[in-house]
């Protein structure tokens, strides 16, 4: 007897693989059951974010990526909760991380990492000036979307200048 993948739903999006995996959370493929449009869901247990006191950097990060809409920062669509669950659903980003293609293609060309570089720079620039500082950047934090531009994510260590913090 054939039976049917059971897939399980999140608020309006339909989940997928796991696409990646960390002490804290776990990354899963989702599509957006209206739009159609993939997303990745990044997904936390409250234990443990509770119990290793990283309640305040979650909090920090998606505050941070609230503020910040850039064409080469990942993009946060919605944050949900669950009894046991916390669910960022984030724009999906498809060519892996910067840090793997060094390490898969050795050198990259100085066209390709003057072309990184900007977008980097560029985008570091926008951050700063509205009072938002990664302090985590690293190959390992810039993604590649599926046109090869650099996406920068990870802002759980951010810092926001005294004057965002009173505003927010």
């Known amino acids: 007897m054939n039976q ?7 608020g309006k999006y339909e989940m997928g ?3 990646g ?10 599509r957006n059951s209206e739009t159609g449009e993939p997303v990745a869901i990044k997904i936390l247990d409250k234990d443990k974010v509770l119990k290793h006191k990283m309640a305040e ?20 669509y919605e944050v949900m909760g669950s ?3 916390i669910f960022i659903v984030l724009e999906c980003i498809t ?3 910067l840090f793997d293609k060094i390490v898969n293609h ?19 620039d926008y951050c700063h000036s509205r009072g938002v500082y990664h302090r985590d950047l690293k190959p390992e934090n810039l993604l590649l979307d599926a046109s090869g531009n650099l996406k920068v994510s990870d802002f759980g260590l951010s810092a926001l200048s005294q004057q965002v913090r009173v505003n927010i």
Do not use: D, S
């Open 4 to 10: 049917a993948k059971i897939k399980r739903r999140v």
């Open 17 to 19: 693989r796991t696409i």
């Open 21 to 30: 995996e960390g002490t804290f959370a776990k990354v899963k493929f989702a």
């Open 57 to 76: 950097q979650i909090k920090r990060e998606i505050a941070t990526m609230k503020l910040i809409r850039h064409p080469h920062v990942v993009r946060l």
């Open 83 to 85: 009894k046991t669950k």
């Open 95 to 97: 060519g892996g991380e």
């Open 106 to 124: 050795g050198r990259m060309h100085e066209k390709e990492a003057r072309k990184y570089f900007q977008q980097l720079i560029n985008v570091v």
